[in-house]
Nanobody, 121 residues
Framework: VQLQASGGGLVQAGGSLRLSCAASGRTFGAYAMGWFRQGPGKGREFVAG????????YYADSVKGRFTISRDNANDTMYLQMSSLKFEDTALYYC???????????????RGQGTQVTVSS
């Protein structure tokens, strides 16, 4: 399983960004796919994810109503639309996959390298 995130950058508070995650290795339909982030001096945080069959989306409370996860099964690509960005959203964002059916344990088996999102206040 290979995961490659892209789309990060520098954005002002209140702005928007869309992250993409290109997956290879037959991930869609076999793994639950999701996004994590790690901010400066912080631990890993689950952001959003799909159940293994893509029918259920999960969000961290900190991003509900601001972030939207979506996927393109035909192209094995997952997206994270981020709106109303806040300074505290600054982090390295990476996509991940788990063999579990969903994200209740907030853990993963595979992860990509990540893309940096910096929100200026």
């Amino acid at each position: 399983v290979q995961l490659q995130a892209s789309g990060g950058g520098l954005v002002q508070a209140g702005g928007s960004l869309r992250l993409s995650c290109a997956a290879s290795g037959r991930t869609f339909g076999a793994y639950a796919m999701g996004w994590f982030r790690q901010g400066p001096g912080k631990g890993r945080e689950f952001v959003a994810g799909f159940s293994w069959n893509g029918l259920t989306a999960y969000y961290a409370d900190s991003v509900k109503g601001r972030f939207t996860i979506s996927r393109d099964n035909a192209n094995d690509t997952m997206y994270l639309q981020m709106s109303s960005l806040k300074f505290e959203d600054t982090a390295l964002y990476y996509c991940a996959a788990t063999r579990r059916a969903d994200w209740r344990y907030k853990d993963y088996d595979y992860r990509g390298q990540g893309t940096q999102v910096t929100v200026s206040s």
